[in-house]
């Protein structure tokens, strides 16, 4: 997802990508239900973890390459789809 920004060096306005969407649903369904991840520069993402611990609860990390050249968890979402 991007948003609306100015660049204020020389006042164009400019996209820029500040959030992620997961979309979920039942399998072979259509997804229209999506949660939006905000806070994440898809361009820092090295890699993306969905974890299902049962059909309602889910963990999502957000992964980054750190100065090693191995995955850290840059961000971690946990969500209980009942509560949405």
Do not use: C
């Amino acid at each position: 997802m991007y948003k609306q920004t100015t660049d204020y060096f020389d006042y164009e306005q400019k996209q820029k990508a500040d959030s992620l969407r997961m979309y979920y649903g039942q399998p072979g369904s259509t997804l229209n239900q999506y949660k939006e991840l905000q806070g994440i520069h898809p361009s820092m993402i090295h890699d993306v973890d969905v974890h299902w611990k049962n059909e309602q609860h889910v963990i999502i990390n957000i992964m980054k390459m750190n100065q090693q050249h191995k995955n850290k968890v840059y961000k971690r979402f946990n969500y209980n789809l009942d509560e949405m």
